[in-house]
């Protein structure tokens, strides 16, 4: 298995919502980030969770807020987000923290009304 | 910090050969990776190179030169599937780090 999974595929909230991205992978890694992507730009990295200890990219809103349950699943937490927040969220996950390959999932389509 | 520098855009023939470059500016440097995302989907990881020379994976080859802090993906054989985007990429303080990416178009 060398898939990483994310769920929902699509999703459509309003500002005052509370929605959760959820993802899994089942290849043992033992880094899973969350990054955000815009229409013809670059994944940006939001976070990174490796042994139990995150990572912050310092500009990410607090609106966002990751939960690492186990080894295999990492969430990302929306709440009170702003139109600007609309994009592409990727999940990712590397055997290591220091492996230049990443395995990415099919993302999710957020879109904030 | 890191830079990763590439063009934004490069167009070619299909059946011919492209090369699409990236130069970098990082402190503590461990190779370089390039990714290929077509509209609408995932980042997929094609190579990595952590020393200098060619890597050659079927129709891809990667080149790393680290003296030049330059490198370079190669697409052989173009095929109309390869149209999509291409990242390099570096792993700095345990982050991959992506360029903005080049936007491949191949004609017919």
């Known amino acids: 298995d060398t898939e990483v999974t994310q769920t929902p595929k699509h999703l459509v909230m309003g500002m005052t919502n509370k929605k959760s991205l959820k993802c899994e992978q089942h290849m043992g890694h033992r880094a899973m980030y969350w990054y955000k992507q815009k229409a013809k730009k670059p994944p940006e990295l939001m976070f990174v969770y490796s042994y139990e200890k995150l990572s912050i990219n310092e500009s990410v809103p607090s609106r966002f807020s990751p939960e690492c349950p186990n080894s295999s699943l990492l969430n990302l937490h929306l709440h009170a987000l702003q139109p600007e927040d609309s994009a592409l969220y990727l999940c990712?996950?590397?055997?290591?923290?220091?492996?230049?390959?990443?395995?990415f999932g099919q993302g999710t389509r957020l879109t904030v009304v | 910090g890191q830079s990763l520098e590439q063009p934004s855009e490069v167009t070619a023939v299909e059946g011919a050969i492209v090369q699409i470059n990236c130069t970098y500016q990082?402190?503590?440097?461990?190779?370089l990776s390039w990714y290929q995302q077509h509209d609408g989907g995932a980042p997929t990881f094609l190579s990595y190179n952590a020393l200098d020379g060619l890597e050659e994976t079927g129709r891809f080859s990667s080149f790393l030169s680290r003296s030049d802090s330059y490198g370079y993906l190669l697409l052989q054989e173009l095929q109309m599937k390869d149209s999509a985007s291409y990242f390099c990429?570096?792993?700095?303080?345990?982050?991959?780090?992506f360029g903005k990416g080049t936007r491949l178009h191949i004609l017919p």
């Open positions: 990712a996950s590397s055997q290591v923290l220091a492996s230049t390959e990443a395995f």
């Open positions: 990082t402190s503590g440097f461990y190779g």
């Open positions: 990429a570096v792993n700095r303080d345990d982050k991959i780090i």
